[in-house]
């Protein structure tokens, strides 16, 4: 079977067209009240790239005269025309409406709080994806058109893979390979299959530039010589070196590592769509590649962390540090009820909710928008704070508060909102804990410390929806807001409480 691409014109413009949508969906995704839009942008733009795959580079059969002659059959030395190759098509789209099935079950069924190891697990396919190609380009270069056949005097011929191509496919094999390891490592960390705590090894960081430097040394040997050791062993190095550089990562950090691995696929699909000499995948890799390094970027700005110490791994825990985990004993701390709250509420000028991963647990959204309706009959001003990390993905409370339909005008950031918390009456926090952790502004030996929070202790009243007090946050570290003065603990799962709430307030 050979692969034979024609249309290269139309071709160029389709996946122009496809680009196009790429970046409108990104445009889109910025903000929750285009995000579905954005996401009609990347649909259209997606179908455009696959159809136009799949007409451009038809699966085409060479067929020969048969004749008979006297000795019997004979086929003819060359072939007199192409046909398309039916077996193959075939093969191209059950493969496709198998993973159609698949995408669309999983889509059905996924609960919204496990939307972040979800995308973990798609991270890691994409990843597994590069290698594979990267895998097949190497065994069979001169079906991707990425060789020259050499006819010796004395011997077989053998396929020279070009230069430039090599390094291709050995930079999208090892990125591939390190998304691949790497967001296996996160899934199981998001799922509860591994502990969310950092694993550190001794000298891991120069553990991991050894590794690093050797993969590259691999791959300038791989485009010099074309041996094939060259080739694996940088492929095993770099399936470790995905697992070093995860498993050092505390869970306080998974929304980072999420954008983080986002990038890593960006770029492997980039790196092998020259080898594939695919336009819309360069395209779309880089745009992944782009954005998700912007957004890595902007989340160590929310955390404080340095960009250069993600891409090190274990950039969030360091050893012997961090107030261990579980929560302080022997300190005083004042419990409410349902009726509490709402009076506390009912009562306030203005209430600031402060929603986190608990809420997403107990899938507390719907009737948390409940409640804001009957506050606002009453006449109180109710706006929403969103920590950058809050969750396990970057955007996953705004993912949530818009399956809601919380208005997007009463949904503030950080750095928009922290400000007004002095002055506001009531802190709702459902949910939250290590984002309003005041630990991170005042304890050099907390893993959060240095991590912009949200200040809910300078509001008068705080209300913190918790299960018990027995339990610390995804980072282990007790939260001190929980023994002051000004609040009040209201110990139940997050929607039944909320729920709770508003019966007292009608």
């Excluded at 996946?15 to 970046?23: E, H, N, Q, R, T």
């Excluded at 940088?234 to 691995?261: C, H, K, R, T, Y």
């Excluded at 409640?371 to 969103?386: N, P, Q, S, W, Y």
């Excluded at 950080?414 to 984002?435: C, K, P, R, W, Y």
Aim: hydrophobic fraction near 55%; aromatic fraction near 8%; charged fraction near 15%.
């Amino acid at each position: 079977m050979e692969h034979v691409t024609a249309g290269n014109s139309f071709a160029a413009l389709a996946y122009l067209v496809a680009g196009v949508c790429f970046i409108l969906a990104l445009r889109g995704l910025s903000s929750p009240a285009t995000s579905q839009q954005g996401n009609r942008f990347g649909m259209i733009g997606m179908a455009i790239a696959v159809v136009t795959t799949l007409v451009t580079h038809v699966p085409l059969q060479a067929v020969g005269l048969v004749l008979e002659g006297p000795q019997g059959t004979v086929a003819a030395t060359g072939p007199l025309f192409e046909r398309i190759d039916l077996i193959a098509v075939l093969e191209i789209l059950a493969a496709i409406g198998v993973g159609a099935v698949i995408g669309i079950t999983i889509a059905r069924r996924i609960a919204m709080t496990a939307m972040p190891q979800l995308v973990a697990a798609f991270h890691s396919l994409v990843g597994l994806a590069a290698v594979l190609v990267a895998v097949a380009a190497y065994l069979n270069p001169m079906a991707f058109g990425i060789a020259q056949m050499v006819i010796p005097m004395i011997g077989d011929p053998f396929a020279v893979i070009n230069p430039v191509s090599k390094v291709e496919m050995g930079l999208g094999a090892a990125i591939g390979a390190i998304t691949f390891s790497g967001s296996v490592i996160a899934f199981l960390k998001l799922n509860g299959n591994m502990s969310g705590k950092p694993i550190l090894l001794p000298g891991r960081h120069a553990i991991n530039l050894a590794v690093l430097a050797t993969i590259l040394l691999l791959v300038a040997q791989f485009a010099h010589s074309q041996d094939a050791w060259p080739f694996w062993t940088l492929l095993v190095l770099s399936f470790v070196i995905g697992f070093l550089l995860i498993v050092p990562i505390g869970g306080a950090d998974m929304p980072v590592v999420v954008s983080m691995l986002n990038s890593y696929s960006g770029w492997a699909a980039a790196a092998m769509g020259f080898t594939l000499h695919n336009t819309a995948m360069i395209i779309t890799g880089a745009l992944v590649g782009s954005s998700g390094a912007i957004l890595s970027y902007i989340m160590c700005r929310a955390m404080n962390r340095s960009f250069l110490s993600v891409i090190a791994g274990g950039f969030g825990a360091e050893a012997g540090g961090g107030s261990g985990g579980e929560a302080k004993e022997q300190r005083p701390w004042k419990r409410g009820s349902a009726d509490d709250a709402a009076f506390l509420m009912q009562q306030a000028e203005q209430v600031i909710i402060v929603p986190g991963y608990g809420m997403a647990v107990a899938q507390a959204q719907h009737v948390l928008r409940e409640m804001t309706d009957k506050l606002k009959e009453h006449g109180v001003r109710v706006k929403f704070a969103i920590h950058p990390v809050a969750g396990r993905m970057p955007g996953h409370m705004n993912v949530l508060l818009a399956e809601a339909n919380v208005p997007y005008d009463e949904v503030f950031e950080l750095e928009d909102i922290n400000s007004e918390f002095a002055q506001t009456d009531v802190a709702f926090v459902i949910g939250a804990n290590d984002v309003t952790n005041p630990a991170a502004k005042t304890d050099k030996s907390s893993p959060i410390y240095g991590m912009p929070v949200l200040d809910v202790e300078k509001a008068k009243t705080v209300l913190f929806v918790k299960r018990s007090m027995g339990g610390v946050g995804y980072a282990g570290v007790d939260n001190d807001v929980f023994y002051m003065d000004n609040t009040m603990m209201l110990l139940a799962d997050a929607k039944k409480m909320v729920e709770e709430i508003v019966k007292a307030l009608d």
